[in-house]
């Protein structure tokens, strides 16, 4: 099972999103709307792998963050709709910060591989890609927002951590 270090974002973002993700699923199309698990939210991996270790916490300071256009991953099973995150200095500080404080990450979550984004949509079919931008872009802009916590998922126990907190 997949592990991962996470930040998620304040109030105003996080509903942003999941407006995004009912609009898709409104439509009959895949959404992370669907999936009820309490740790269901919008969010940003940092690290992920299989054996991913955190050997400390590493430094962490509330950020502004900004969400871009929409991107699409290629996959098998259809396309992953995602959002990509504007990379300021201060969230590649983080992701650095994260990525010497970890082991075990996948290569495509390293420094110089990782592609900032929220998951919308998993197996997309490509041929509703169209709708499923078309609805996006109905909603008009997101807002800015800010990235408050920073968890650690443990996909074998399917528990979250608050990495902020005691």
Do not use: C, K, Y
Request: aromatic share 6%; charged share 20%.
């Amino acid at each position: 099972m997949v592990h991962s270090v996470d930040v998620t974002f304040d109030d105003e973002l996080d509903a942003a999103v999941r407006t995004r993700w009912r609009a898709l699923a409104d439509l009959g199309l895949p959404s992370l709307a669907s999936h009820q698990g309490a740790s269901n939210r919008p969010h940003v991996t940092l690290a992920a792998g299989t054996t991913l270790d955190l050997a400390a916490r590493p430094d962490f300071a509330p950020i502004v963050v900004r969400l871009g256009a929409p991107v699409l991953f290629a996959r098998r099973s259809g396309a992953v709709l995602a959002l990509g995150v504007v990379p300021s200095t201060e969230l590649l500080h983080l992701h650095r910060g994260v990525a010497d404080a970890v082991t075990g990450a996948f290569d495509h979550t390293e420094p110089r591989s990782w592609t900032p984004h929220v998951t919308l949509s998993r197996r997309l079919p490509w041929e509703r890609t169209g709708a499923a931008l078309e609805a996006l872009a109905s909603l008009g802009p997101l807002p800015d927002g800010r990235i408050l916590g920073l968890r650690f998922w443990n996909g074998d126990t399917r528990t979250v951590t608050d990495l902020l907190g005691p």
